[in-house]
Every structure is written in C-alpha cells, then in structure tokens.
C-alpha cells in the first residue's frame, strides 16, 4: 500500500496515508486512525447501472479486497468490513468514509457486466463474456464459468481430430455457434430461443456432443459454475440460470434426473419464449421478469417428447434428434471430454469479433436466402415456414464458422444433416394421425367396452364407453360421449381442440354444422347426447425410418403442369446445389449500386420472394423494387438456384408441392362442408 505520505485532498488534508496506515491530524501530532482501506477499482454495471467500489486492506499479513455498494460508504454501513479484518470500527469509520469519499472523486471509471451476450453502451453493440467485446468490461455475474483456459490452437486441433467428420458431432459444434447469430437476428426474424434436445442410450456420447456445443464460450462441465447445467431440482431452479443470457449457449445435462413421470410441456415453452415466471420479492413488491435469448441444449435417454402433451406447437420449439452414437467410440468421447475441459473460452471470441464486422443487414439477407434454398428440399405442412427459419439459422452459422475459424465444417453434410432432422421432425409433429392410431389402438384393446350401434343388449351401463357404426361387416364410425373422448385424449397428452381441429380439417371428423359433434342419442332410452363421431379409414404403413436412409439422396414426388397444362407426378431425386450460389447472389444485390437507397427494404423483398417460393436473382429483386405486378416476376435465371434434376429443367418450389402438404384453405372448408350433414342414422 505503499510508505509515501499521501494527501486525502483540499477538503480533508488532515487524513492521509503512511506505511499503509491511515493518520489524522499533522506532523507529531498526527493520530493513526487504523490500517489503511483503500480504492482498488471504481465500477459501473452497464447491466443494472450500479457503481460499486473495490475496497482493499492488509489482514493478518494478506491483502484482502471487498466489494462494496458506493452507498455504503457511510460510517453504519462502512463498519461491517470489521467482519473481514478491516481496522473500521464504530469509532473512526467516518474517518474512513471521509477519506474513501475523496478518493472516489478523481478515480477512474471502470465497467463490469452481470449479464452475458449482446447488449448495448453508449447507442454501441458490445457482446459480454468473460471480458466484454467493444466494451473493456468483466463478468461480475458468478452464476457462469466463462474464463479462458489452455489455447485456441489445442481447441482447434481438438476439433480437426475428434468432431470434424463426424456429422453429429459437426451438428453440434455449430449449433453451439448459433446463440449469438440467434441474438443478432432474433426480432427482426421473430424466433425464440433454440432448444435441442440429444437423446439416446447410456455411453453413447451425448454429454460429449453438447461439450463440443458449449466449449466455445466457457467451462463445458457441471462443476464450478460451468456452463452445463444438470436437471436437478425445479424448473424455476433452472430457467433461472438462463435469465440475462442473450448470446452464450448452456446445456442441461441428463434428463433422466427428474421423475420419470415428470410433464415437460410448460417447460419447453418457456425455454423457447424466454421469459420466467412472474414472482415477487418478500417484502410484495414485484421482481423483476427474467429474460433470455439463446441456444438451450439438453441430454436424455428417453424421448422428452414421449413426456410432453401432443401439441404442434412444441414441435416447432424444440427439436429432439435421436441418434444411436453421437461419438465413434469411448476413446473419441474420452478424448473430446478431456480436450474441451482443458481447452475452452478461446472460438467464442473469435466468431464474436467476426460476427461484430458484419453488416447485420446482410446477414439477414443471407438467412432468409438460405430459409428458401431448405424449403427446395423439405415437404411442407402448416409448420415448416416456422421450423425453417430455425434450421436455416444453423446452417448459416455452419458458413460463418467456416469464414471465421476456418475450420473445415462440410455444408453439405451439414445441409444432409438438418433435412435430416426435418424429416424427423415431420413425422413425429404429425399430430392429428399419432392421435388417430391412439383413439383406434384404445378401440381395439377394449372392443368390449363399445356396443354396436342399434344393438341394444350390448349396452352394459357403467361399463360402455362408446359405441360403433358397421356396414358391410366393417366399423366404419366410432362415437363417443364427449366427455369420455376427452379422456382417452389426455391419456395420450393430446390436446382435444387441437386434435378435433385437425381431424374436421381432414375430413374424418363427423359433426353437426358449425360444432365439432354430433348431438344424438347415446344411451338407448336417454335424451340425445353431444358425442365426438370419428370415420375410420384405412391408414398407410409407417415408412422405414431407419438411420442408415437419413443421408441417402430419396426420391420425391411432385406435382407439375405438362405442357399441355396436364397436372402430371414426376419423381426426382433431389441434389443438393451448392449453398454458396445463393450467397453469391446475396452478396451481388447487397453490393449493387442501388443498394444504399433502400435503406433495409431489400431485406423485405428478399423476404417475400422467398415467401412465395421465387428464385432469389437479382433480375427478380429488380423487378420488384421497380414496383411491377409479384405476377410478372421471373421464375428463371442465371443465378438462381434450385432443385437440380437429370436431363430436366429445374421446377419451381410453387409448382413442387410434395406429398404430404395440408390441403389449402378452400380445400379444408369444402371438406367441413363435406361432413357437416346430417347423419342418417
């Protein structure tokens, strides 16, 4: 603390510091006041705008340093540093406040952060992690290991040996990138927050997978505040590590830690909203809404979404990727887990400061470019416009990691890979057939609970559930008091309206107009009933699912229009055009002249050619900035890209509806119309 006598300023010449005590008074007469307490730092929180202040002072031959609200520095408040060894006591503390007071006045300014990712100073963008990025800051939040340890050269060579060439593995790594691609891009494209799930058996290398994720940005581990986080305790417990992240990924490792009958539903629209519980402190008052914006991970052996309700929605939130090895072998988890543990904190950087040179407006122009080279390959139903944004978001960032860290991600097996998971994803949010097998399957094993329809002594009160319509020697209707419908559903986690909606839209549905059922007599004897009243029809075989199909190139069928104006099904086998000509075509209307007039409404049109299923060429961007009718625009070029076909011109993704597709609107209300009569019986 230094020997050399130090004035404490114009107001209070009289303490001052020699030796590393404090003295009051002057010369001989001077008084030591007690061991010196001194400033170390003077600090902002440009998260809650709180300025504190770094106390130090000697204790039994050690420096100890405190960090102290700037409203404590009053004599109550500054005598509980006595807790910590300090020589303030009740008695010459106000000497201390005196003097830290005038200490404080000239001080320099220093800043920290208790929030992590993107944020804002002074109007700038700066990203926070460990130590803030535009912005000389510190994490002071604990809740998160973000300090660097080894090298950025051993992480690269980590990830050179062990992932790249493994398609998981490179799926994983960048995901684990796209939380601060997800910040920047999040409002204007309207997305939640990324939650992945990993799902397979024990000692498969799931927990090494979501190391490789998070090992960019900090401690990949559950010890020490790491950024993996493990699925004990509540849901608030957890949701509350993610409040104040806008850009840094987290993991909750193994699943199997809750109850095994645990309703994961509320959770993962949470996760996916980013937003916690309202709640209030003790004293009334309310806290204060924790908020987050980034890419959640999870681990588990059991499906999560066999233990959440069957709602579309959660589908289109949470992706679960079931595969039967993350890694090649126990040496390769092994090597992944000791390389990432002893490595970390460095690539986080890196990307940040790529990410930070680039126009934001060019990267949403390259996000939506790839939203509509996916949709070129992906069937389409009433949720792949939401599901796609998120998938095009991770394969951007494959391209970002590659111009950032150069490391070799390929993005065709990327590309493969995240069809892949939509074609996963596909299946299962299929949600009105799921709950039509699980109505059949429940007919099926209690067939003696259902009386057939006019056979009266077949009814076995308190004992019938529902009863059945046969012609010809076939059921042909299953009807159901709608009380007990609702039961079987929420056995299955179905959601009712949701199911019922669907099934009306399909044309299975039979109902009284302008009613989901049918009001008729149930019980012989009674007055009529409302019954859910549900056609049964033959249903299509599952399709092979198997693993060893998901990367093969698979034919798929379209409709088209000959030239002779016949709708006609052709079948092709899809090859994938390199990804990098739709970014061509990006970067030529964002470096064209015309560009810096428009002020951002390039981005729109973008948008809407993409919308509509239009090549994105520069002729159409053209034409449609010259306000020309959206009939008129070209649906060739140069420099489109699109579904590459053997000896045939490529089709337009407006003409290429693939099986699958929900009818059109028309279409559903002609089939409402269809099955809103009146039923004969």
Excluded at 497 to 509: A, F, N, Q, S, T
Excluded at 578 to 607: F, H, R, S, T
Aim: hydrophobic share 35%.
């Amino acid at each position: 603390m230094g020997s050399e006598r130090k004035k404490a300023g114009s107001e209070n010449k009289r303490l001052w510091i020699r030796d590393g005590y404090l003295y009051k008074g002057e010369g001989e007469l001077a008084e030591k006041v007690g061991r010196a307490i001194t400033v170390s730092k003077y600090v902002t929180n440009v998260d809650t705008d709180e300025v504190s202040i770094v106390v130090e002072f000697e204790d039994n031959g050690k420096v100890v340093r405190k960090v102290i609200s700037r409203g404590d520095l009053t004599p109550q408040k500054l005598v509980k540093l006595t807790d910590y060894g300090a020589d303030c006591w009740k008695e010459n503390a106000a000497d201390y406040v005196s003097y830290l007071r005038d200490q404080i006045r000239d001080f320099p300014r220093s800043f920290s952060h208790s929030h992590v990712g993107w944020g804002t100073h002074q109007g700038n963008r700066v990203f926070k992690l460990h130590r803030g990025i535009g912005l000389d800051s510190e994490y002071v939040g604990g809740a998160l290991d973000l300090r660097p340890r080894g090298t950025y050269e051993d992480w690269v060579c980590l990830v050179e040996e062990q992932v790249v060439g493994n398609p998981w593995l490179e799926f994983a790594l960048v995901a684990g990138f796209t939380a601060p691609v997800l910040g920047l891009l999040a409002e204007r494209a309207q997305m939640d927050s990324l939650f992945f799930n990993f799902r397979g058996p024990t000692s498969t290398g799931k927990t090494a997978a979501t190391r490789v994720a998070i090992s960019p940005w900090g401690l990949p581990d559950w010890h020490g505040n790491g950024l993996m986080k493990l699925w004990y305790g509540t849901d608030q417990g957890i949701l509350s590590d993610l409040e104040g992240n806008f850009g840094v990924p987290v993991a909750i490792d193994d699943a199997s830690h809750q109850e095994s009958d645990k309703n994961f539903t509320q959770f993962i629209y949470q996760v996916a909203a980013g937003k916690g519980k309202r709640a209030l402190f003790p004293d009334g008052t309310q806290r204060p809404q924790g908020e987050w914006m980034t890419t959640v991970f999870s681990s588990s052996e059991e499906s999560m979404l066999k233990h959440a309700d069957k709602k579309g929605g959660i589908r289109a939130r949470f992706f679960e990727i079931s595969v039967p090895y993350w890694t090649s072998s126990a040496e390769n988890a092994e090597a992944i887990e000791q390389g990432t543990m002893q490595n970390c904190d460095h690539a986080g950087y890196r990307f940040v400061e790529h990410l930070m040179a680039r126009d934001v407006n060019e990267l949403f122009a390259m996000w939506e470019a790839t939203k509509g080279y996916l949709l070129r390959y992906m069937k389409r139903d009433s949720m792949a416009k939401r599901i796609v944004g998120k998938l095009a978001l991770v394969l951007l960032t494959g391209k970002l990691v590659r111009g950032a860290l150069k490391l070799d991600v390929d993005m065709e097996v990327l590309t493969r890979t995240l069809l892949a998971l939509e074609k996963q994803s596909f299946k299962s949010r299929n949600i009105g057939e799921e709950a039509y097998r699980h109505l059949l399957d429940y007919f099926v094993t209690n067939r003696s609970r259902f009386f057939k329809d006019g056979d009266k002594k077949s009814f076995r009160k308190g004992y019938t559930v529902g009863k059945y319509v046969e012609r010809g020697g076939q059921v042909t209707e299953i009807r159901m008091p709608t009380s007990g419908f609702e039961r079987v559903m929420s056995a299955g986690k179905f959601d009712t309206d949701y199911v019922l909606r669907v099934w009306k839209e399909k044309g299975i549905l039979i109902h009284d107009k302008g009613k989901n059922y049918l009001e008729r007599v149930f019980e012989p004897g009674m007055p009529r009933t409302p019954q859910y009243v549900v056609k049964v029809v033959d249903m299509p075989g599952d399709e092979d699912g198997g693993a060893k199909k998901l990367f093969e190139e698979e034919p798929v069928t379209y409709e088209v229009l000959s030239e002779d104006g016949e709708i006609v099904k052709r079948e092709v086998r899809v090859h994938l055009t390199p990804l990098d000509d739709a970014y061509d075509v990006v970067e030529k209307i964002m470096n064209a002249e015309w560009y810096q007039e428009l002020e951002g409404l390039e981005n729109d049109i973008i948008a809407e050619l993409v919308d509509e299923g239009l090549p994105l060429t520069l002729e159409n961007v053209q034409r449609r900035l010259s306000g020309l009718d959206e009939d008129e625009a070209s649906d060739a070029g140069d420099e489109s890209f699109d579904i590459v076909e053997d000896e045939e011109p490529a089709m337009e993704a407006e003409d290429a509806e693939q099986p699958g597709a929900d009818a059109d609107d028309g279409e559903a209300e002609d089939a409402e119309l269809a099955t809103g009569e009146e039923d004969p019986s």
